[in-house]
């Protein structure tokens, strides 16, 4: 597994343009992350707090505020765009359940084929030789009976009435149905700081879930570089295992 920030929020000239269009003056610091600055600026348009009506907060007491009031909303506006790696699919499958603040671009076994696809064997079982040999042998053959799924409809009469494009599209998706759950795959999410701050107190602390919490780590690591003022109420954490979880930082229950 391998997580890769790709996009976050950035400041656009207009902001400056507006300020001096409305003769505002806003107090800023330097070395404020672009995402936090536009969580200020945006919590600041709802009371016109700028000039002679700013608060003397900095940018992170600012936004630290926000969560503590459980004003969030404003936290919708920053966001983190994240490209998952070398994940199965039965993660991506939990992963885009969570709807709301989030946008998803997962690839297609439908248009990729998954002749040589990878697998991601689960966190955990690796220290057991047996289990690891019959999960192996499992996913081997899932693969070799795909292989001679796409082979044998390829050579058949089977949906020949269909444009090559599509019948290319009904061998690969009949052929996936034998592919495991660990299959590898590709997801790019989006979310908004809001959602993500969700996200990691839904899934950040669930000791039986390992791929999931590893993602988790790897998570908070990427959005807290984006807008560290949005999760530091959240920290790293580890078990008597060694492994490594999210959580609240008032949370004891590790």
């Known amino acids: 597994m391998k997580l890769y920030l790709i996009a976050s929020s950035q400041i656009a000239p207009g902001i400056a343009q507006y300020l001096s269009d409305e003769a ?6 330097s070395d404020v992350p672009a995402a936090q600055k536009l969580i200020e600026f945006a919590g600041r348009i709802c ?20 969560i503590e009031q459980g004003h969030e909303s404003v936290l919708e506006h920053a966001s983190a765009s994240l490209l998952f790696t070398g994940i ?17 671009s997962q690839l297609s076994q439908q248009y990729v084929g998954a002749e040589e696809s990878a697998f991601a064997m689960p966190p955990g079982i690796g220290a057991d030789v047996e289990a690891s040999a019959i999960w192996a042998d499992a996913v081997a053959r899932s693969r070799e009976s795909y292989r001679k799924l796409v082979e ?17 599209r009904f061998i690969r998706s009949a052929s996936r149905s034998v592919l495991p759950e660990a299959t590898s795959t590709a997801l790019v999410m989006t979310g908004n700081m809001r959602a993500w701050r969700n996200f990691l107190q839904a899934r950040g602390n669930i000791a039986g879930d390992y791929e999931m919490t590893q993602a988790c780590v790897e998570v908070f690591g990427l959005v807290s570089a984006v807008a560290p003022a949005c999760f530091g109420d959240m920290q790293i954490v580890e078990n008597a295992e060694g492994r490594a979880y999210v ?8």
Do not use: C
């Not at 505002?24 to 610091?29: N, T, Y």
């Not at 044998?152 to 494009?165: P, W």
């Not at 959580?247 to 590790?254: A, E, Q, T, W």
């Open 152 to 168: 044998r409809l390829e050579q058949s009469n089977v949906g020949n009435h269909l444009t090559r494009k599509e019948r290319s």
């Open 88 to 104: 199965s699919r039965g993660l991506s499958h939990q992963l885009v359940r969570h709807r709301v603040g989030f946008s998803y």
């Open 47 to 66: 009371y016109m707090a700028f000039g002679s009506r700013q608060s003397p907060r900095t940018n992170k007491q600012y936004v630290e505020n926000l």
């Open 24 to 29: 505002l003056s806003w107090r800023q610091e």
């Open 247 to 254: 959580i609240k930082k008032r949370d004891s229950r590790l």
